[in-house]
């Protein structure tokens, strides 16, 4: 009763959630937007997912109809034109643990043994090849590193003539407080890929591109599932009192906190400031120019001052901040690649083994389709593989077995039937013994003899044959024994 066809979704916009709301914090589920589509009109859905501060996979499931059911086979079963089989489609998400948060599961043992996990940079290969690409992680917030300049420091592998590469992460190269709450908001926008970055002329940017999923990323000015840059051009229209730094004309780790959404969630200290209150907040770029940087982790975020390392800017992508020190913009050409993940790397250098974690579906673009061939099923007709099939159940029937509930309740089966027929019930002499019929709608099944005769007596044992009689004339004899006691 089904046509030929294909079903498909596409995720078509995200808005970032927050599954941390510390303080004056407010919780809020990723919103996915998808766009789903059988054999009828396009449906637009909405899932909102709600998000965990930790380490609880969740997910959410929207129906749509799928496919019609072809009207002229179906009506004989009640159905009519606005019967349809209907899909689903579920978005489940990576927790913050095991995605954009890592550092704080490595300090809550979940997993062990976790401080080498994060994003990584390369350029000029078909793949990374930085050893210990993140191996200068560390737990500036619980004293198990001096904070200080990232220079020489390799904590998202490293690209030519960027001195510092700083993946801005909690707990391991910045304290806990607010960044770990700024990454229950970016886990939920941040999918595992590599992408390649295309740099133009004068610090432009070409593309993005999801290479894993072959899409584009789209350049958004605020966090989502997308890049930006931030730059001194980032803070227009923003008092520098609205930021930890107080200082529009240096960029440091805590500015990122001016992203929105960031300020409408009140990300707040250890010491409950809240990260950045200003209005309409900072806005990524879609260009890179080189700005004053300051490459230093501070462990207290209530020491506003800090000194220019260098110039630089600080790179978003995928739900991650990457703060990149150097003395020249990449030329035009250049490519950069980056690889994201979810799940963790669990172990020390030479024994570093890989935990997995569910795949957030967090990409704009990504269109799926499931390809089907329908069929449809005639109950005025069958086959002889149909036929051959059909049996009794026992065989032998003996005078008890596992089908009788008692003495006066005997059970023999004839499965595998089609959906209509006659079986008629023969003994070995030639005389009917008995006839039963089947109309079934649902394309087969079997039907039950209680071994009683038309007189309603129990029959003799014996050897009997059945006969099977279909609507398009097919026929199937068997035969099959029974044990009993006559009555």
Not at 72 to 82: E, L, Q, V
Not at 260 to 275: C, D, K, R, W
């Amino acid at each position: 009763m089904l046509t030929n066809g294909a079903v498909t979704l596409k995720v078509d916009s995200i808005t970032p959630g927050n599954g941390d709301p510390d303080g004056l914090g407010t919780a809020a589920p990723a919103i996915y937007y998808i766009t789903t589509q059988g054999a009828g009109a396009p449906v637009h859905s909405v899932a909102p997912v709600t998000e965990d501060c930790c380490d609880v996979t969740n997910s959410k499931t929207v129906n749509f109809p799928a496919t019609a059911i072809s009207t002229a086979k179906s009506t004989r079963y009640g159905g009519d034109s606005t019967y349809s089989l209907f899909g689903s489609a579920t978005m489940t998400t990576a927790p913050p643990w095991f995605s954009a948060g890592p550092g704080r599961g490595d300090a809550n043992d979940d997993p062990a043994n976790s401080a080498y996990n994060g994003p990584r940079w390369w350029a000029g290969a078909a793949n990374e090849n930085t050893p210990n690409p993140n191996g200068a992680n560390c737990a500036p917030s619980a004293g198990g590193c001096s904070p200080g300049a990232m220079t020489g420091k390799i904590t998202a592998g490293v690209l030519p003539n960027v001195d510092v590469l700083w993946n801005i992460q909690a707990y391991n190269t910045v304290r806990s407080f607010p960044m770990r709450d700024l990454e229950a908001v970016t886990a939920t926008v941040m999918r595992a890929a590599d992408f390649s970055v295309y740099w133009g002329a004068a610090g432009a940017i070409d593309s993005v591109v999801d290479d894993v999923h072959k899409v584009p990323v789209p350049f958004n000015a605020t966090v989502n599932a997308s890049w930006g840059i931030m730059n001194d051009s980032s803070f227009a229209g923003l008092a520098p009192s609205a930021s930890f730094d107080n200082n529009n004309g240096l960029l440091t780790w805590t500015d990122i906190f001016c992203v929105p959404p960031f300020p409408a969630f009140q990300l707040q200290s250890n010491a409950g400031q809240v990260a950045c209150d200003g209005t309409p907040g900072a806005q990524l770029m879609n260009h890179a120019r080189l700005t004053p940087v300051a490459t230093v982790s501070v462990r207290d975020t209530s020491t506003h001052t800090q000194t220019t390392t260098g110039n630089g800017f600080i790179f978003y992508l995928n739900g991650k901040f990457f703060m990149m020190q150097m003395t020249a913009l990449p030329a035009s050409g250049t490519v950069w690649h980056a690889r994201f993940y979810t799940g963790n790397i669990i172990g020390t250098p030479g024994s570093f083994t890989f935990q997995a974690a569910v795949r957030t579906p967090a990409v704009p673009g990504m269109r799926m389709q499931i390809a089907y061939q329908g069929a449809s099923f005639d109950p005025t007709k069958t086959t002889d593989a149909e036929l051959a099939t059909i049996h009794t159940v026992p065989d032998p029937y003996y005078v008890t077995n596992a089908l009788e509930q008692s003495t006066n309740t005997k059970i023999l089966r004839f499965v595998n039937l089609p959906s209509q027929c006659i079986v008629r019930i023969y003994s070995l002499s030639g005389v009917l013994v008995n006839a039963l019929t089947l109309n079934d709608p649902t394309s087969g099944g079997e039907l039950t003899w209680n071994l009683r005769n038309r007189n309603n007596q129990f029959v003799a044992s014996g050897v009997y044959f059945y006969h099977v009689e279909t609507p398009d004339g097919k026929q199937k004899i068997g035969r099959f024994t029974v044990v009993n006691f006559a009555q």
